[in-house]
């Protein structure tokens, strides 16, 4: 079982653990998922997120190189940008998405752990006449997200950086390592809960004190520390897709409706073909929708629903659920899934098969809205 640098401080936290992403025994709740969901939409919650993959590229053409081979613009990003983009198959299909932070002599990659083979070996593939070094840096680094309407005061007075707050989404800067902290910590803004949010690297040595100085100078924010449980409920109430879940090699990025993840006017990518035939000459058959369950249960323990159950519309089956939680802001059991064209309307109804018969829910816009 694979666990962070942090796990120890989650142990004498009283974490409660559990298996997620392909063996990491991760903190899945300190007190409880739903309190700590609240935390976050109301002060502010930090976690634990050094089980994501991260990559760095280094070279003279590190920004050629990935611009010609991912869907979004590289090249035209300046240190301290940032943006998100897809790696496809021919086939326009998604292998993985990624987190892409320019510094000033690298790129940094951020990726679902479920991909960090994928991505290395896919990118590695290519290199061949480069000034491109690829090297994996998730063991030797680390990461703690910062998520939370007092997330800007917390990062702003722990990090003693003042820009922070007018950071763009995927956008960074950089704390340079002095007698407080030894190492250097890149701060990115990722609002990845629907709230304003941050990711801080740093080397994994430097994680501990990192984590003890945002819990400390939290308190006057009433930080918590949130687990997997939490970030999972924020990131569905939010409408965001997670690879493993509603970005899979059977999707287009089109159909999961991220369009900000591609760039239509920069030229050939792989898979490029696929996805501009269908932004201009056609439609996705199908789109990623919420779906509010009615007579929904009083928590999650009580659900039904469960990943990939069909969707249907009277007898017509029409889609499949991807995630489902229960929503502590809106009170009630949401899902994602992806449904054809016909039922993808505010308002239209459907109904979700689970093991004790057909549940009815409403199709909705993302994100959902209390």
């Known amino acids: 079982m694979k666990t962070t640098p942090l796990h120890h401080i989650h142990e004498q936290l009283g974490a409660t653990f559990a298996e997620k992403h392909q063996g990491w025994s991760l903190a899945a709740h300190y007190t409880d998922p739903i309190s700590e969901h609240h935390a976050v939409r109301n002060s502010v919650g930090i976690a634990d997120v050094s089980y994501r993959s991260r990559h760095q590229l280094t070279g003279d053409d590190r920004a050629k190189f990935l611009h010609r081979i991912i869907s979004n613009d590289v090249e035209n990003l300046s240190a301290g940008q940032g943006t998100y983009a897809m790696l496809l198959t021919h086939r326009g299909k998604i292998i993985v998405d990624l987190n892409i932070y320019v510094l000033q002599n690298t790129i940094t990659i951020d990726t679902a752990p479920e991909t960090a083979e994928n991505v290395f070996t896919e990118l590695d593939k290519y290199i061949i006449a480069d000034d491109v070094e690829l090297s994996d840096l998730t063991v030797e680094t680390g990461a703690i997200a910062v998520h ?117 006017e920069k030229g050939c ?75 993808t309307e505010p308002g239209s109804r459907v109904q979700i098969e689970t093991s004790d018969g057909r549940i009815d829910a409403t199709v909705v816009r993302l994100p959902f809205s209390a």
């Not at 722990?158 to 820009?163: A, F, P, R, T």
């Not at 996705?284 to 929904?296: A, H, T, V």
């Open 269 to 343: 990518y792989i898979g490029q073909e696929i996805v501009a035939r269908m932004k201009y000459r056609g439609h996705p058959n199908r789109l990623l929708r919420g779906m509010e369950i009615d007579g929904s249960p009083a928590s999650q323990d009580d659900s039904k629903l469960y990943p990939n159950a069909p969707v249907f519309n009277g007898d017509k089956e029409v889609g499949w659920v991807t995630s489902n939680t229960f929503a502590p802001t809106l009170a009630k059991e949401i899902a994602l899934g992806y449904v054809r064209i016909a039922v």
């Open 148 to 264: 939370g309407p007092k997330s800007s005061e917390l990062v702003q007075s722990v990090l003693g950086m003042s820009d922070v707050a007018n950071l763009q989404e995927r956008h960074n800067c950089v704390r340079e390592a002095d007698a407080t902290f030894k190492n250097a910590i890149v701060c990115v803004r990722t609002d990845t809960t629907g709230e304003i949010g941050y990711m801080l690297y740093t080397a994994a040595d430097g994680l501990e004190p990192l984590w003890k100085a945002l819990m400390t100078e939290g308190s006057q924010f009433n930080v918590q520390p949130i687990g997997w449980n939490a970030l999972e409920s924020l990131r569905i109430e939010a409408g965001i897709p997670r690879f493993g879940t509603e970005l899979t090699d059977a999707v287009i990025p089109l159909e999961a409706e991220l369009e900000h993840a591609i760039d239509f």
